[in-house]
């Protein structure tokens, strides 16, 4: 019996960390299609932007982890916007990292999704990304939150068990255009809502009073780890 859990779960583990072939070059182009179709519509982009906030509000958990912070819970809210709170020293590097967590996790994660897809490793970035999702799943502290976890979690396991390896690569595809895409827009945003003289105490606001570096710098930092990760994404993907 021991032998057979063995090797079942050393061929689990060979299909997960092994490499699955590219897709077509026009499943790669029509994923980047649909992305692009979801981010730039205003209308589309109120719902789609959901799943930034996720990606944002994981970075600042996930980094307020690594700093050595108590991560004490996460919200989501309905207008896509979303709270992580974390106990620790109110000032100091760990502070200040997890406060730049936010707005440059959407695209790095699409960086690294690019990395292994573009080393053909679609089946590991599906589980990973299931994990990170029920993990982060715990910490959710409200309702709608926890609804949209559990819709977005659920969509991953159910591509990631059920759906043949066409529509994981399809899938893969599109979420890590998506993060590429989408985590250029939101930055944009913010800093157009500051000029009309709205979100006064923004991740780039508390990184000025943390650090006494002005708010632009940040915004500038921002915009480079978007852009550039769009860049350096898009050409891993699009490399067949």
């Known amino acids: 019996m021991d032998s057979t859990a063995t090797a079942s779960l050393a061929s689990l583990w060979d299909e997960v ?5 590219d897709p077509d070059l026009w499943v790669v182009l029509a994923t980047l299609g649909a992305a692009l179709a979801v981010v730039i519509p205003h209308g589309l982009w109120r719902i789609s932007r959901n ?4 990606a944002h509000e994981g970075g600042h958990g996930l980094v307020a982890l690594l700093t050595g912070r108590t991560l004490t819970g996460i919200r989501l809210h309905s207008d896509t916007s979303g709270l992580t709170v974390s106990r620790g020293k109110p000032h100091g590097i760990g502070m200040i990292l997890t406060a730049a967590a936010g707005y440059t996790a959407p695209p790095l994660l699409g960086l ?3 990395s292994l897809l573009g080393s053909g490793r679609i089946t590991l970035l599906l589980w990973l990304a299931t994990a990170l999702l029920l993990t982060m799943l715990v910490m959710i502290r409200n309702a709608y939150g926890a609804l949209t976890m559990l819709v977005t ?3 991953f396991v159910l591509v990631s068990w059920l ?4 529509v994981q690569a399809a899938f893969a595809y599109a979420v890590v255009w998506f993060l590429l895409i ?5 930055a944009f945003e ?5 000029a009309r003289g709205g979100a006064g105490d923004s991740d780039a606001d508390q990184l000025s009073r943390l650090t006494h570096v002005p708010a632009g710098l940040w915004f500038f930092l921002f915009h480079a780890v978007s852009l550039c990760s769009l860049i350096g994404g898009g050409r891993w993907l699009l490399e067949m």
Not at 190 to 194: I, T, V
Request: aromatic share 0%.
């Open 17 to 21: 960390s092994g490499t699955q072939p």
């Open 51 to 54: 799943a930034i906030t996720i």
């Open 163 to 166: 759906a043949g390896p066409q």
């Open 153 to 155: 979690g659920g969509l």
């Open 112 to 114: 690294g999704g690019a």
């Open 182 to 186: 989408g985590g250029v827009r939101p």
């Open 190 to 194: 913010l800093q157009a809502k500051r």
